[in-house]
């Protein structure tokens, strides 16, 4: 059956970041176990997301759904939800499906935890304040 | 242009998440199939997942179901149809969903669909006949191996047979050359070794003369001198004794009576044996002859002399040959060539006609000439052709008769009431499903004076476009003659006279006839050899049979008892909240796929169930829970009888209280006609 793997991480050059390893395939029957992550990385204000898809072949609606109906959360707090690694497959689908305008997706993820900025100067905690 | 399908797969699945992966691989198959790239594939199979999701969770609310899966493959499309008996649900009517929109609602709803609208090129969903069909249209783009161009891939097929050919002949020619030259140069080098030789034993004879009459270094010196000008290919020539002290040195004089040191390192080797020298930018030949007297060994004639005539001449052969051969193979290759044309040109011909065939142009004849092969592909290939413009001509003209059947069957839609009417006293829901285009069954709800209507179901024996004639006859007659009926046995008399003089014999029908009458709420029926008529009694919760004598309408009267007489009228007080059940053997007659039938017993047993419901409120969602029940009974199996039924109910008067505002997604998938409900409860 179908299976995924998630692990969840510390960018090493900035605290603020937190990596969210996938390996699998986010569909239906998954995407629970990844919503779950995604939820407790909120609940503890972590707000700077990057999204490890190098493992994973296969994005159903339900996984898209999971990124679409966290962003606004994430975003009103300052942080944001990145995108790396996705295989030619899965990035076909997220340009047909004209995710690129609202997820952005990076190469690798150094470059995605890059975009974010310092570490001394959190993006995430200044607007949150604010 | 061909729009017939190339290929048709027919799947069923049980409607559950954990049948989605046998769902994909009969999609994949058919992917490939059709000849899809892969990557068109993947997002192919995500909107099939999507689409079956969206049914478990929306049409079947994650209970049982099932869940029909039909590809038919064309040339250059591919239709996927998710077909479910599930509730119907309405997609987004605009198509367009707003992914900002989404980000700032944080709602999750509609993507599945608007994934399947952007990876399907056209996306429809029908309800109609009970189903929900989620139909999907995907333009196939092929893999790159799949239609190159004509020309590039004749092309290749002729620079494959030249590249092969070519590097064959090569070959031979190559080794033939090698083998050539080996030869000659050592033919040549034994020639001239041959000819050092000989030279070094002249010089022997005479320089044996000079030791035994001890003449001076002046004249040895001479010798050897005399000698290398006479024969510019030597380079030394020098005469040592036993002592291998020299006694004469054609190149420096001062080394005479020193002992003897070669110019070079000398390889080993015994006397008379020449040895290759890599001497100081040229090849050079070292020989050593033994100088004797008679039997005694006097010293060595050494001689070093240079192999370039032969590099020389060798390579003037060699560019000769070279020429030639290039020469050789270059028309060789144009041969080669041209020569191809001789079977690629009558390929390329063949090619050509068999696409324009394949376009559509069904009157294209390969010219008959060339070699033996290609006259039998060549007639193979008309003959074909032949045989299939005659079956294309045989299926343009079923597919005529087909559309004449749809006009038939269209008009037979127009025969049955497509809105019930109101009617005092009496909720009605009917339920309406041909087996094929057109059928033989019958239903019909009309008033037929101010308190009293009329409720009718009918089954023409027999099938097609005769039964459904016959059956169009019936509802006129009936209309006609029930117009302020009383008793429907009378009225169905009536109706039987006027038949059996107008059927065709060996015809039959089955008619279940009631009248209700709101002023008393009594229901008056006969039964002309009609399935019974079950009556559920909310009182008792008891379904009763009930099941009236009475001979089909249209049967010979010579069987004793005529019509009249086999009639009976059967009159049934209905109680608030009483409902009644008329329908066709399409219902008790539905099949399993264990080939077991529904039955009466099972009928019974549903109606009760359903009318129990908390849903039951609403007529409609009872006979949708009746249609859902018969078809996951038989499993989506062909339906081979059209399944017809009337569902009355008294209603239960309640003080003053509106039914409940309908709400969209309740209603059911069914193509039904039915009322109003809010007006038919009021």
């Known amino acids: 059956m179908d299976n995924i793997g998630i692990s969840l991480s510390e960018n090493p050059l900035n605290q603020d970041v937190s990596e969210v390893r996938v390996d699998g395939v986010v569909d239906t029957m998954t995407a629970g176990e990844l919503d779950e992550v995604m939820s407790s990385l909120l609940k503890r204000e972590r707000y700077n997301i990057v999204i490890d898809l190098a493992g994973v072949d296969y994005i159903s609606s339900a996984g898209w759904g999971i990124f679409l109906s966290h962003i606004r959360d994430v975003r009103a707090n300052g942080g944001d939800i990145k995108l790396a690694n996705m295989v030619p497959d899965v990035y076909e689908i997220y340009e047909l499906l004209e995710f690129d305008n609202v997820l952005q997706a990076y190469g690798s993820v150094g470059e995605a935890a890059g975009e974010f900025g310092g570490g001394d100067q959190p993006p995430a905690k200044k607007k949150r304040q604010r | 242009m061909f729009r017939r399908p190339i290929k048709e797969i027919n799947a069923e699945f049980p409607a559950q998440e954990r049948h989605l992966d046998s769902v994909q691989r009969v999609v994949r198959e058919a992917c490939i199939a059709a000849g899809m790239r892969r990557k068109q594939m993947t997002s192919v199979q995500l909107a099939i997942e999507e689409g079956v999701t969206n049914i478990l969770r929306h049409a079947y609310l994650h209970e049982k179901g ?53 990876i399907m090129d056209s996306v429809e969903y029908i309800t109609s006949g009970g189903f929900n069909e989620l139909r999907m249209t995907k333009r196939i783009s092929a893999e790159p191996s799949g239609a190159p161009g004509l020309w590039r891939r004749m092309f290749t097929l002729r620079a494959k047979f030249s590249f092969w050919t070519f590097s064959i002949v090569c070959l031979i020619v190559v080794s033939a050359f090698w083998y050539i030259r080996t030869n000659t140069v050592n033919e040549l080098y034994a020639h001239l070794d041959g000819t050092a030789e000989a030279l070094a034993n002249t010089i022997a004879d005479q320089a044996s003369g000079y030791v035994t009459n001890r003449r001076s270094d002046v004249e040895f010196d001479r010798l050897v001198v005399s000698y290398q000008k006479s024969n510019p290919f030597l380079r030394l020539i020098a005469i040592t004794d036993t002592a291998n002290m020299v006694l004469a040195h054609s190149e420096d004089i001062h ?64 560019g000769r040959s070279w020429m030639l051969t290039s020469v050789l193979l270059v028309f060789g290759v144009i041969g080669i060539y041209l020569l191809s044309s001789y079977f690629v040109t009558p390929i390329v011909r063949i090619v050509q006609r068999v696409r324009r065939f394949s376009s559509g142009e069904l009157e294209t004849e390969l010219p008959l000439d060339g070699a033996a092969e290609f006259l039998e592909i060549s007639h193979a290939f008309n003959e074909m052709m032949t045989r299939v413009s005659r079956d294309r001509k045989t299926v343009i003209e079923r597919e005529k008769m087909a559309k004449e059947i749809e006009l038939v069957s269209q008009i037979q839609k127009t025969l049955l009431p497509r809105n019930l009417p109101q009617l005092p006293g009496l909720e009605v829901d009917a339920f309406y499903r041909a087996a094929s285009m057109v059928s033989g069954d019958l239903y019909d709800v009309f008033p037929v004076s101010e308190n009293r209507c009329c409720l009718a179901v009918a089954d023409v024996s027999g099938k097609g476009v005769p039964a459904s004639m016959v059956m169009s006859m019936l509802r006129t007659v009936i209309r006609i003659f029930a117009d302020g009926c009383e008793s429907p046995r009378d009225t169905l008399i009536t109706v039987n006279d006027y038949l059996s003089n107008n059927m ?179």
């Open chain 2, 66 to 118: 099932m869940l029909r899966v039909r590809i038919v493959i064309y040339r250059k499309l591919i239709v996927f149809s998710l077909i479910d008996t599930g509730r119907s649900f309405q997609p987004d009517a605009t198509g367009r969903l707003d992914l900002n929109k989404l980000v700032e609602t944080g709602r999750r709803g509609g993507l599945g669909f608007f994934m399947i609208q952007k």
């Open chain 2, 255 to 318: 080394k005479i009576r020193k002992p003897y040191v070669p110019p070079y390192p000398i390889p080993a080797g015994s006397l008379g044996q020449a040895r290759r020298i890599d001497g100081a930018g040229e090849q050079l030949n070292y020989l050593m002859v033994p100088l004797s007297w008679g039997e005694r060994r006097l010293g060595t004639i050494h001689l070093l002399y240079s192999t370039e005539l032969i590099d020389s001449r060798l390579g003037q052969a060699a």
């Open chain 2, 504 to 682: 065709p014999p060996g015809m039959f029908i089955t008619v279940l006839m009631a009248v209700f009458d709101a002023s008393d709420s009594t229901l008056r029926f006969v039964s002309a050899g009609h399935n019974p008529l079950l009556h559920l009694h909310q009182g008792t919760q008891l379904v009763s049979r009930v099941n009236p004598s009475g001979m089909p309408l249209g049967m010979p009267t010579t069987l004793g008892r005529s019509f009249g007489e086999s009639l009976q009228e059967v009159e049934l007080r209905l109680q608030p909240g009483d409902l009644v059940l008329l329908y066709t053997d399409g219902i008790t007659e539905a099949t399993s796929r264990g080939g077991e039938q529904y039955g009466l017993d099972r009928l019974a047993d549903l109606v009760l169930r359903e009318a129990g419901r908390d849903s039951a409120e609403r007529l409609q969602d009872v006979s949708g829970g009746i249609v859902n029940e018969i078809d996951t009974f038989s499993g989506f199996s062909k339906q081979n009888d059209d399944i017809t039924f009337i569902l009355a109910r008294v209603p239960v008067e309640k003080p003053r209280s509106r039914p409940e505002t309908t709400d969209d997604t309740a209603a059911l998938s069914v193509e039904k006609v039915s009322d109003n409900p809010e007006t038919q409860r009021d």
